[in-house]
């Protein structure tokens, strides 16, 4: 039997449950491998002024810097590999520390919507509670009123009829 979410709690949209955004990411990312963005920086500055010179019919420039882009895109891959084995053991690292993260923020949200549910149970019993008063509090207000009504019925163990009779003789 698979586990189903947790239902909506309140603490959903806390957004203390939210490690890193995207821009946040990027400049950690930006920080931890500056070399791939100046790559891409030379690849884009290369192609670009390749196709201005090629507009301007400058046959020799233009095969430099596609040249120059090649380099550009080598020196980006290598970035990208040298980073990639400079910092793999920093990234698992940091997969672990995500992982446990995401852990303890699940833990908190259930510790939370477990908080919650124990207080609407807390407020369910309480009502509980109140009601079973109230019809103690009924039952023996209407055990209080029985005797009198049965006291009154005694007295006038006369029907109607008898009733009408005594009332038009004049009997009380």
């Not at 947790?6 to 490690?19: A, G, K, Q, V």
């Not at 400049?27 to 100046?38: A, H, V």
């Not at 596609?66 to 053991?89: K, N, P």
């Not at 509670?129 to 209407?142: F, G, L, S, T």
């Amino acid at each position: 039997m698979a586990s189903l979410p947790p239902p909506p709690s309140s603490y959903d949209s806390n957004p203390e449950f939210f490690e890193e955004g995207w821009v946040r990411k990027l400049g950690r990312r930006m920080k931890e491998e500056p070399l791939i963005p100046l790559g891409c920086a030379l690849t884009t500055y290369a192609l670009i002024a390749a196709s201005r010179s090629i507009r301007a019919g400058d046959s020799v420039r233009t095969n430099r810097l596609f040249r120059r882009r090649i380099y550009a895109q080598g020196f980006t891959v290598v970035a990208m590999l040298g980073g990639s084995i400079y910092w793999a053991e920093d990234r698992e690292r940091r997969a672990k520390f995500d992982k446990l993260l995401a852990e303890k923020l699940h833990l908190e949200k259930r510790d939370a919507w477990l908080k919650e549910l124990e207080a609407r149970e807390l407020e369910e019993d309480e009502l509980r509670k109140r009601a079973e008063r109230a019809r103690q509090r009924n039952v023996r207000d209407r055990s209080l009123q029985l005797p009198q009504d049965s006291l009154s019925a005694e007295n006038s163990s006369t029907g109607i009829v008898d009733a009408v009779k005594n009332s038009a003789l004049g009997k009380p």
